[in-house]
């Protein structure tokens, strides 16, 4: 009896291990305000790029502004609070988009060019570090290119 | 191009709820009926054309306020490089020769019908709407800058440098090339540009903003009633902005 049972119990502690592993790996994905998507969460998660790309092409080609998927309605609901209470930037690991495309390893540009905060909530300049060159790097790079040259 | 829908619907599901088509009955044999959907109410419009008359007579010499409205409107201030800082509106002078007379006016994007920066961008990024608004789709701009150099106007600008703190309504990025979008996104919303408030605001009242299409429009009317010119018409581009009293 004990020859069959031990064998059962070690897969099962194995495999409890294993889910407890995982939930700790796992992108603790922020709470988010606001009422609920419709559509469920599940759906938003795979498709919320489609949606978006669809979406900005309707605002930006036909000047449709009463769309379902845009970053700025994101920041509505999904901000995120650091500990000293002010919303994050997407230079942070706490940024919602970040929670999870960290974990997929999936680099997105959109913050290049839009803010990652809602209107009214300044990013700060390690915002601007993320594409590898702080503000004002330019007029450097110009003086040592003069330098060089003469 | 197809709609992603929010849920997966089935036909009769959709019917049954009622989505489709909200009707109200206003009275006997009188029905209003609503289509759903966004299509009916995109902004951009082919039955307009969008433009501006720039008066020059009244454009005050020492006066920037539509400049500095649009950098507020729209968050282009620059990084204290002149050489290389994006300009969407500037003040221009012009001096005649022989007479010394020197004329003041902004200009910014011209708007044209026929847009050079549109023939020759390469990705499809500098497009204009239906409703003559030329534009610059920065997701797909690789930042080449051909439309820089084919602009007969210097309307367009390069975003040299990494940018934070844009305005939600104006997304601008380095590696992008830029202008005046005559605030589309308050046109849309059926305003007027930040520039022409700002002139109104300062008591000049130089630039008016209209539909160049309705005959009934105050812009119509005055462009019909005074002389106006398009800056180098011997390029024939069709702009939606001209300029008074030049």
Redesign the interface.
């Known amino acids: 009896m004990i020859r069959l049972l031990l064998p059962l119990v070690l897969m099962l502690a194995a495999g409890m291990s294993a889910a407890e592993d995982r939930s700790s790996l796992w992108p603790d994905i922020p709470k988010a305000t606001g009422a609920p998507h419709?559509?469920?969460n599940a759906?938003w998660r795979k498709?919320h790029m489609?949606?978006m790309r669809?979406d900005?092409?309707?605002t930006?080609?036909?000047?449709?502004?009463?769309?379902?998927a845009s970053?700025?309605g994101c920041f509505d609901c999904h901000t995120v609070k650091d500990a000293s209470g002010a919303t994050v930037t997407y230079a942070s690991e706490k940024h919602f988009c970040r929670s999870c495309h960290d974990f997929a390893a999936v680099r997105v540009d959109c913050f290049?060019?839009?803010?990652s905060t809602?209107?009214g909530i300044?990013?700060?300049?390690d915002?601007?570090?993320?594409?590898g060159?702080?503000?004002?790097?330019?007029?450097a790079y110009l003086r040592a290119i003069g330098e060089g040259g003469e | 191009?197809t709609?992603?829908k929010?849920?997966e619907l089935s036909r009769r599901d959709f019917l049954r709820s009622g989505a489709a088509v909200a009707s109200a009955t206003l009275a006997p044999g009188v029905t209003l009926i609503a289509f759903g959907g966004?299509?009916a109410?995109?902004?951009?419009d082919a039955g307009k054309r969008w433009g501006l008359l720039i008066d020059a007579g009244k454009c005050d010499a020492g006066c920037s306020a539509c400049v500095s409205a649009c950098r507020d409107e729209n968050g282009w201030g620059g990084?204290?490089?002149p050489d290389?800082d994006a300009q969407w509106i500037r003040k221009v002078t012009l001096k005649n020769k022989t007479t010394g007379h020197e004329t003041s006016m902004p200009v910014m994007c011209q708007h044209c019908a026929e847009p050079p920066c549109v023939d020759v961008c390469p990705t499809g990024a500098s497009?204009k709407?239906?409703?003559g608004i030329v534009?610059v789709?920065?997701?797909t701009c690789i930042g080449c800058r051909y439309c820089m150099m084919a602009c007969p106007f210097k309307a367009r600008s390069f975003v040299?440098?990494?940018?934070?703190?844009?305005?939600?309504h104006a997304?601008?990025?380095?590696?992008?090339v830029e202008s005046c979008t005559l605030c589309?996104?308050r046109?849309?919303?059926g305003g007027t540009p930040a520039c022409v408030e700002a002139c109104a605001g300062a008591g000049h009242e130089a630039i008016l903003f209209g539909d160049l299409n309705d005959p009934d429009s105050q812009i119509s009317k005055r462009l019909a009633e005074y002389p106006s010119a398009a800056l180098r018409p011997d390029l024939g581009l069709g702009q939606g902005v001209r300029y008074a009293n030049l």
Do not use: W
């Open positions: 419709a559509e469920g759906y498709h489609e949606m669809h900005r092409d309707l930006m080609r036909d000047g449709d502004r009463m769309i379902a970053l700025k290049m060019c839009h803010r809602p209107d300044d990013e700060t300049d915002h601007a570090a993320l594409t060159r702080k503000a004002g790097d330019i007029l | 191009m709609r992603i929010g849920a966004s299509q109410q995109a902004a951009a990084h204290g490089n290389t497009f709407r239906a409703d534009l789709d920065k997701h040299h440098e990494p940018i934070v703190n844009q305005k939600s997304p601008r990025g380095q590696g992008t589309v996104h046109v849309d919303a």
